[in-house]
Structures are given as C-alpha cells and as structure tokens.
C-alpha cells in the first residue's frame, strides 16, 4: 500500500516482513505519520514521552487500547486522535 511500517513491541521478531523491535531507540528517525496503538492503557504509560515528542500527526488507538489520559495529552500536543480499528480502516480507504 505503500506505508512504510515499523513495529515496536514486547519481544523482537517478525511479522509480515516487518521487523519488531523492543526499544524506541532502534526506530528510524523519520518523521511518523501515524502511531497506531494496540497496548493496554496501563502499559502504554512507559511510552508516553516517546509518543508525544515523536510528534505524529495521529495517534490510532484500536480497541481494547483506548486511553483517555493519552489521548487528552495529545491532543493537548496538537495530535489528532481516533479510536478505530487500523485494519478495518485500512480495508475501507478510510486510513
């Protein structure tokens, strides 16, 4: 489609080609897009300042990781914010 993805998580692999990664560090310094998040609320809390000072033009917060407390924090940034699935989005042209 296009995107360039990175993935940051728990445990290093991959998936789909995709390789994940477990420190914020290891991801390239391009300017992001879109964060799309499928961590708890409570432990999205460690990525907070990554997050935020990444600047991303939105923040997709898919079910089951819906954050009010973050949410607020970027908008507050001047981040747009959606609570959607990114799959569906993505099949449906909305992304």
């Known amino acids: ?3 360039a993805v990175y993935a940051l998580g728990g445990r290093t692999g991959m998936i789909d080609g995709v390789m ?3 420190q914020w ?3 390239p310094a391009d300017p992001i897009d879109t964060i799309t998040l ?3 609320a409570e432990r999205q ?3 907070y300042t990554h997050l935020l000072s990444a600047h991303p033009k939105r923040i997709i917060f898919n079910p089951g990781a819906e954050n009010d407390e ?3 924090l970027a908008q507050a940034a001047g981040i747009q ?3 959607a699935c990114t799959l569906v989005m993505l099949r449906t042209n909305q992304y």
């Open 1 to 3: 489609m296009g995107y």
């Open 20 to 22: 994940i990664h477990t």
């Open 25 to 27: 560090e290891a991801l």
């Open 38 to 40: 499928y961590l708890g």
């Open 45 to 47: 809390r460690a990525y």
């Open 70 to 72: 973050l949410e607020q």
């Open 81 to 83: 914010t959606l609570q």
